[in-house]
């Protein structure tokens, strides 16, 4: 089974920026595929991004393009969400997730491990 911790969420103004760290373990994560979606009340679950752990294809939601990265350090085991640019409507609670059918998908009923969340606040 795999266990995954977010971290990094947090207030922060429009225009800045996050750093979301996702800490995986339980197993070596060689043919998975990382995602990250976000939730808010009103709108349900949203895919973010997500990235393969072997070879760094990576798919972004359009409103992600261009402000958001998404990548994984081998060695800690540990993905990331670098959130730039920072609007008031990023505001949710996001969550990273985890499929080992090596799809880079948005489909979140693949991912078949999920972390706890954490919060976003962005202030206009």
């Known amino acids: 089974q795999v266990q995954l911790v977010e971290s990094g969420g947090g207030l922060v103004q429009a225009g800045g920026s996050l750093r979301l760290s996702c800490a995986a373990s339980g197993r070596t994560f060689t043919g998975y595929v990382m995602g990250w979606f976000r939730q808010t009340p009103g709108k349900g679950r949203e895919f973010v991004a997500a990235?393969?752990?072997?070879?760094?294809?990576?798919r972004y939601t359009d409103s992600a393009k261009g402000r958001f990265t998404i990548s994984r350090d081998n060695a800690k085991n540990t993905a990331y969400l670098q959130m730039n640019s920072l609007k008031p409507e990023d505001t949710a609670v996001y969550y990273c997730?985890?499929?080992?059918?090596?799809?880079?998908?948005?489909?979140?009923?693949?991912?078949?491990?999920w972390g706890q969340g954490t919060q976003v606040t962005v202030s206009s």
């Open positions: 990235l393969h752990w072997n070879n760094n294809s990576t």
């Open positions: 997730a985890a499929n080992n059918w090596g799809v880079v998908s948005p489909d979140g009923h693949i991912y078949t491990d």
